[in-house]
């Protein structure tokens, strides 16, 4: 079946640096979303790719469509403690239905 | 607006016994999705309605497990003679009609069998 590969699977970084995190498929996908959760929370939408070599930016937060449409990159700019979470790649499921597959997530600390 | 709810918040049952988990979706979205994630695992699809239908139940994951919805708006998902495995966080989500990847999750729901 469908598997989105996440990496790394957690981050330990300083307050001010970047952050870079990927989702890898053996399949082809033509939406990616990101999504982030925080502990007792359901996922929040992020950012949503439609089209491949698609680069889109919400605040600090960049995401890319690759153009082989096999990944999706997730950038986070001058990191602050409140970006700690889990974050969460998901794409279409097989089969024409509607409903989404996730990643495992990559965990992210940001040490103040 | 007010987004997705769920409750209870949290569940603690004993093994054999029977649970229902009720999900109220954003006012206006015709699609709704139950998800179940284990600990430390990603979310796992079990069910999607379109209206009060449910063109999808491929996920669920044995014939203990069933959801209705009633009115295009409120679903519940029953879980029969629940199974210690099958403790995990249950979460619903919902979607406008067209914009169906973009969905929005409720707090979910916390179910430990015991």
């Known amino acids: 079946g469908q598997q989105l590969n996440q990496s790394p699977q957690s981050m330990f970084i300083q307050e001010g640096e970047d952050v870079s995190m990927n989702c890898t498929s053996s399949?082809?996908?033509?939406?990616w979303l990101w999504y982030k959760q925080e502990p007792g929370e359901g996922p929040v939408l992020l950012i949503a790719?439609?089209?491949?070599?698609e680069l889109t930016s919400n605040g600090r937060l960049t995401a890319q469509f690759g153009i082989t449409r096999k990944d999706s990159f997730l950038n986070i700019s001058a990191s602050i403690p409140s970006d700690v979470g889990i974050y969460f790649c998901?794409?279409?499921?097989?089969?024409?239905?509607?409903?989404?597959?996730f990643g495992k997530g990559t965990k992210l600390t940001v040490n103040p | 607006g007010a987004g997705v709810s769920q409750s209870p918040s949290n569940k603690v049952t004993e093994k054999g016994k029977d649970v229902e988990l009720r999900c109220d979706p954003i006012?206006?979205?015709?699609?709704l999705y139950w998800y179940r994630q284990s600990l430390g695992q990603g979310l796992e699809f079990l069910i999607y309605?379109?209206?009060?239908?449910?063109?999808?139940k491929s996920g669920l994951p044995s014939d203990r497990f069933s959801a209705e919805r009633t009115g295009g708006s409120v679903s519940t998902l029953t879980i029969q003679r629940t199974q210690q495995e099958d403790s995990a966080v249950y979460l619903c989500?919902?979607?406008?009609?067209?914009?169906?990847?973009?969905?929005?999750f409720g707090p979910g729901t916390r179910l430990t069998v015991t």
């Open positions: 790719l439609y089209k491949a070599g």
């Open positions: 006012s206006g979205h015709t699609a």
């Open positions: 998901a794409g279409p499921g097989q089969g024409g239905s509607e409903k989404l597959v």
């Open positions: 989500a919902s979607s406008l009609f067209g914009a169906s990847y973009e969905q929005y």
């Open positions: 399949s082809i996908f033509n939406t």
């Open positions: 309605f379109q209206g009060n239908s449910a063109p999808d």
